[in-house]
């Protein structure tokens, strides 16, 4: 169990953020794990596009001490995990996905994007129960250790969702999902094909957002019936967790079974020595639209669904928006800049307003939790309250990113929690390791 308390707060931001390992971990078979940052996507790659998952049950922890029993895509050979793990591919290549099903009841994959799809060799086909009706969107893996082998040639470059196809209400929200992404053939570095679609390697990131309704899985953990009539979100997650889990490292050791963190980490904006944009891959495995809001810069939506934001001719369609509405079973991908606009400095160019001091602050759940409020971006890191031992590291900035339905940011209707992370920029200068 794991339980919500300040210092776990303070914990959490005081990780070091280091930079990307560039050693290779091998899984059991020709699958390849890049080892992850501390912050950003992390692919499951194979030699020859080959993957290996299974259907299983395990437990994830809430930030309230709440634990829920869930289902999940685990890569075989390895551990449950929540969600599937990050499949990357590149585009036109021939890809090969089979499914062990341990879970007491047929379940499947879908995925949606990708065309021609065979199952055993055969074209994909639904399901249905011996009075017609309609029991699995395509071909299913028997209870009990069943399996089925999918192949499709990946289609064009972009974010796509691989979920379950079979009772798709209850087995989704159980948790079989996950993301799947195609990249360009010969351009890790771009989303899709077009050259503006350029981004910076070392700054790609998923949000994966989802919701969870405990009483359904109760229910399935125990197997008793539910009444979908009845159902109703209570945690809101991203790439599994919920804040303030969505800050912590991917592959924390406190929380085995959620693999990948949601901390954005960037630098402002330089036309030399930093000019690629950050990606972030935005996907829904939810129910309803989540309208999810980053504070303090907006996005370039430059892509929906695996497709461009191009008009017929190749025009460049892609807009800047402050609120990102991702709609259930839609993915959304858009280029991030971050510029230091105003250029606050205490000698050269101060704000026109003395800072408040510590008495005239509220200290509480929210910005001025991890750092002093101090407009000068890399500069003095403000006084520290009673009890705080550090705000920041270097003098960086932390804005919020939410989903702007406030009860989706909530965890079992306590704020400030639930689908909700942070956005870190660090001063030019850079941050001691």
């Excluded at 992390?42 to 299974?54: G, H, I, P, V």
């Excluded at 082998?149 to 798709?168: E, H, I, K, R």
């Amino acid at each position: 169990m794991l339980r919500l308390d300040r210092g776990r707060w303070k914990r959490l931001i005081a990780v070091p953020l280091v930079a990307a390992i560039v050693a290779v971990l091998l899984v059991p078979g020709p699958h390849q794990v890049a080892a992850s940052p501390p912050a950003g996507l992390e692919c499951l790659t194979s030699r020859d596009n080959a993957f290996d998952l299974t259907a299983t049950g395990g437990y994830v922890a809430m930030p309230d001490g709440n634990t829920i029993y869930m289902w999940s895509y685990a890569p075989s050979g390895g551990e449950f995990q929540l969600p599937g793990p990050t499949i990357c591919v590149a585009s036109g290549v021939k890809v090969t996905v089979v499914l062990h099903n341990t879970l007491p009841e047929p379940t499947s994959v879908t995925f949606p994007g990708q065309v021609q799809v065979l199952a055993d060799g055969q074209p994909a086909q639904p399901e249905s129960d011996t009075s017609g009706n309609l029991t699995s969107l395509t071909t299913t893996a028997a209870a009990g250790n069943g399996s089925v082998t999918y192949t499709f040639t990946a289609g064009p470059p972009g974010t796509y969702l691989y979920q379950s196809g079979t009772d798709v209400q209850k087995q989704v929200q159980m948790g079989l999902y996950g993301a799947l992404v195609v990249r360009p053939p010969g351009h890790p570095d771009r989303e899709n094909g077009r050259a503006d679609s350029a981004f910076d390697p070392d700054h790609e990131y998923l949000y994966l957002l989802g919701e969870i309704d405990p009483d359904l899985h109760l229910a399935v953990e125990r197997r008793r019936a539910y009444d979908f009539t009845r159902y109703k979100a209570r945690y809101f997650t991203i790439n599994g967790r919920s804040m303030p889990d969505t800050l912590a490292p991917n592959h924390a050791d406190w929380l085995p079974d959620q693999p990948y963190g949601a901390l954005i980490h960037i630098q402002p904006y330089d036309p030399t020595s930093n000019p690629k944009p950050a990606l972030i891959r935005y996907l829904n495995a939810g129910s309803v639209s989540y309208p999810f809001h980053p504070h303090g810069s907006d996005e370039q939506l430059i892509a929906r669904d695996g497709r461009p934001a191009q008009g017929p001719g190749g025009q460049d369609l892609s807009f800047s928006n402050f609120l990102i509405d991702v709609a259930p079973g839609q993915t959304v991908d858009t280029l991030m800049v971050w510029k230091d606009a105003e250029h606050w400095n205490p000698s050269t160019n101060p704000i026109p307003v003395p800072l408040p001091s510590l008495q005239d602050q509220i200290v509480g759940p929210g910005p001025e939790t991890w750092f002093a409020e101090n407009p000068y971006l890399g500069g003095e890191q403000g006084e520290l309250p009673p009890g705080v031992v550090q705000n920041n590291q270097c003098g960086e900035y932390y804005h919020v990113a939410h989903s702007h339905a406030l009860e989706q940011a909530t965890n079992y209707g306590a704020s400030f929690g639930g689908m909700m992370t942070l956005i870190r920029i660090d001063p030019p200068a850079g941050c001691p390791a």
